[in-house]
């Protein structure tokens, strides 16, 4: 489906980077959280569970190559040409000495037919040495790091254990792209105590930043969570779907329209998800939300400033 006349979708900015088709490889590395393990905080952020983005080929008992090599066959059955992105996604993964981060960055693009890296992490866990190197890798290959925003509220990031502040994402993208690196951001709608009108003054705020892609998810709960067990005791509003595409629909208009939209929802597996159960595909919630921008005639940036 081309979106891109409502919406600048990920799909098509691929296609510009890359002449052939490009899938990105999950890597469970091992790594942990500064709020996790005690440096700043204990437990993890509270609405977090790994389980529920790591797919089945991914182990972090196995090395890089040997989960690479996994996803390679997982992915390889339907597309045998496909091209992969080393994606290192699970926890924080710029969190350990800059040794050992080249070590398992080279590793995996040293495996047959990687085309580039893609670094999920923490605002406060990345460091001028280390982005020094990847400015130079970058020069290389491809290079994508992704920062957990979450929210630009900070009482709303204490409030979920996420231990760093709002400035502090700031100061680590405008520290990555200064050195050229294409620079993602994540943020969740609908966290405890924020509703829809914050997330639109929100939306202003994250267009403002010097991101490349931005990743957008709805608000889950995850069994056996911190939040799951206080949304049990006194629960706050879940988005249904029709609420949730109306909201993205508002908040995409206040976007810059040069802003790479990766993605609007995830999917976590039923077993592990309380709420909200929409029952749908990620591609179906596309579909929806298409005909959705259609029907009132709205598209990404009409708002911005």
């Not at 914050?198 to 911190?226: C, F, N, V, W, Y």
Request: glycine fraction near 6%; charge should be neutral; charged fraction near 25%.
């Amino acid at each position: 489906m081309n979106t891109s006349f409502l919406y600048n979708d990920f799909g098509s900015w691929m296609k510009q980077q890359f002449p052939f088709k490009v899938q990105k490889i999950s890597i469970d590395a091992g790594f942990s959280c500064p709020n996790r393990d005690g440096t700043i905080a204990r437990g993890g952020c509270t609405y977090c569970d790994n389980r529920t983005f790591n797919p089945s080929y991914c182990h972090k008992r196995d090395s890089v190559t040997e989960q690479l090599e996994a996803g390679k066959r997982f992915f390889g059955k339907k597309y045998p040409e496909m091209k992969y992105l080393a994606y290192f996604q699970a926890y924080t993964n710029t969190y350990s000495p800059t040794s050992k981060l080249r070590a398992m960055y080279e590793e995996a693009l040293a495996v047959s037919d990687v085309v580039g890296l893609v670094i999920g992490t923490r605002p406060d866990c990345v460091s001028d040495e280390l982005l020094d190197y990847l400015q130079e890798l970058n020069k290389k290959t491809f290079v994508l790091v992704e920062y957990g925003i979450e929210t630009t509220n900070n009482k709303t990031l204490e409030r979920i254990n996420r231990g760093h502040s709002f400035e502090c994402s700031v100061d680590a993208i405008k520290r990555t792209k200064e050195r050229g690196i294409l620079t993602g951001g994540h943020i969740i709608l609908g966290l405890p105590g924020e509703d829809s009108q914050e997330s639109i003054q929100q939306a202003k705020i994250i267009s403002q930043l010097p991101l490349d892609i931005l990743k957008i998810h709805q608000m889950q709960i995850i069994r056996g969570t911190k939040l799951a067990r206080e949304w049990n005791e006194e629960p706050f509003h879940l988005y249904s779907l029709d609420e949730y595409i109306e909201l993205i629909a508002q908040y995409i208009q206040y976007l810059r329209k040069d802003l790479v939209l990766e993605r609007f929802v995830s999917q976590s597996p039923p077993e592990y998800l309380v709420g909200p159960k929409w029952g749908i595909k990620n591609y179906e919630f596309t579909n929806k939300l298409v005909n959705y921008l259609k029907k009132h005639n709205i598209k990404q940036g009409d708002l911005a400033e």
